[in-house]
């Protein structure tokens, strides 16, 4: 266990059970949308104001337009090394590695390219924003046979309810009171 695991009330036993792994906030410190309106905004004006547009049409639709800008260096991100940590040593054990964010499917795959650890990608794409509820009914249907989730948000509650187990990673204090009220079953706790 690395230094930053503040928690662990089990371990991942459940070895063919996937682990899914949000990416802001938690693979990544950051939050890549803000991080990809923040370099359009100083580099490509025109064409952020041009991808707010597509908002009327919807979150997704707004994410494709700004990340097929591609101005995101994805190998200067905050990654959480704690987590990078941990993925490593569950994909050594042979459990299978799920990306699962609410990011475009672009930024995704160029993060998860960089990082080299996802066996799986499921992200924003065709229209679908997959945050919330969206994101765990995609994990229902793919995980049958459950899943264990990191993620660091109030976003993340319904996904921790449907999951064998709970990793919150950087959680705020009000994020764990929510998990813990909810009856999270909370596994791993890392800073």
């Given at each position: 266990?690395?230094?930053?695991?503040v928690?662990?009330?089990?371990?991942?036993?459940?070895?063919?059970?996937?682990?899914?792994?949000?990416?802001?906030?938690?693979?990544?410190?950051?939050?890549?949308?803000?991080?990809?309106?923040?370099?359009?905004?100083?580099?490509?004006?025109?064409?952020?104001?041009?991808?707010?547009?597509?908002?009327?049409?919807?979150?997704?639709?707004?994410?494709q337009?700004?990340?097929?800008?591609?101005?995101?260096?994805?190998?200067n991100?905050?990654?959480?090394?704690?987590?990078?940590?941990?993925?490593?040593?569950?994909?050594?054990?042979?459990?299978?590695?799920?990306?699962?964010?609410?990011?475009?499917?672009?930024?995704?795959?160029?993060?998860?390219?960089?990082?080299?650890?996802?066996?799986?990608?499921?992200?924003?794409?065709?229209?679908?924003n997959?945050?919330?509820?969206?994101?765990?009914?995609?994990?229902?249907?793919?995980?049958?046979?459950?899943?264990?989730?990191?993620?660091?948000?109030?976003?993340?509650?319904?996904?921790?309810?449907?999951?064998?187990g709970?990793?919150?990673?950087?959680?705020?204090?009000?994020?764990?009171?929510?998990?813990?009220?909810?009856?999270?079953?909370?596994?791993?706790?890392?800073?």
């Amino acid at each position: 266990m690395t230094s930053s695991a503040v928690r662990s009330t089990e371990s991942l036993a459940i070895s063919e059970v996937p682990l899914c792994v949000d990416l802001d906030g938690t693979l990544v410190c950051s939050n890549t949308m803000i991080e990809e309106i923040s370099i359009a905004a100083r580099k490509k004006p025109f064409h952020l104001l041009r991808a707010c547009l597509k908002l009327f049409w919807g979150r997704a639709e707004f994410k494709q337009s700004l990340a097929s800008l591609r101005l995101l260096d994805v190998s200067n991100l905050p990654y959480r090394q704690s987590l990078l940590e941990l993925i490593h040593r569950e994909r050594a054990k042979g459990r299978r590695i799920m990306l699962v964010t609410g990011a475009h499917q672009r930024t995704a795959e160029a993060i998860a390219q960089h990082v080299r650890c996802f066996d799986t990608i499921l992200s924003t794409c065709d229209g679908e924003n997959l945050t919330g509820k969206a994101k765990r009914e995609r994990l229902l249907e793919c995980c049958p046979g459950g899943f264990y989730y990191a993620g660091n948000s109030q976003s993340d509650l319904p996904v921790w309810q449907s999951s064998v187990g709970a990793i919150l990673v950087g959680a705020s204090i009000r994020v764990q009171r929510s998990a813990a009220r909810c009856g999270i079953n909370i596994v791993l706790t890392l800073k």
